[in-house]
């Protein structure tokens, strides 16, 4: 069993940044895919970043350029450093542990809203 912790959202203006954590506790992450996803208001839940346990990443399309995944396997914490944001970005952030295909974990979230 994996919980996952996610911090650092919060209220910024356009252009603004912030770093988002994700804090793992009950089993080490390092072998788990690591994704942060998004959901707006009225849209569905959609994947921003994810990297695997070997580095490997991949970014949606909107973010890339602005936004940079990463992992300490030390702290067992997976960050999203998200810089250039804009009031598009403005969701409830969520980490999402993977392991195989059928055993995978979320967060409860973590809001970013971004001001015009």
């Known amino acids: 069993q994996v919980q996952l912790v996610e911090s650092g959202g919060g209220l910024v203006h356009t252009g603004g940044s912030l770093r988002l954590s994700c804090a793992a506790s009950?089993?080490?992450?390092?072998?788990?895919?690591m994704a942060w996803y998004r959901q707006a208001p009225g849209k569905s839940r959609e994947l921003v970043a994810s990297?695997?346990?070997?580095?490997?990443?991949i970014y949606a399309d909107s973010v890339k350029g602005r936004f940079t995944i990463s992992r300490d396997n030390a702290k067992n914490t997976v960050y999203l450093q998200m810089n250039s944001l804009g009031p598009e970005d403005t969701a409830v952030y969520y980490c999402?542990?993977?392991?195989?295909?059928?055993?995978?974990?979320w967060g409860q979230g973590t809001q970013v809203t971004v001001s015009s």
């Open positions: 990297i695997t346990s070997s580095g490997s990443t």
């Open positions: 009950g089993s080490l992450l390092s072998t788990y895919r």
């Open positions: 999402k542990a993977s392991f195989g295909l059928s055993t995978y974990y």
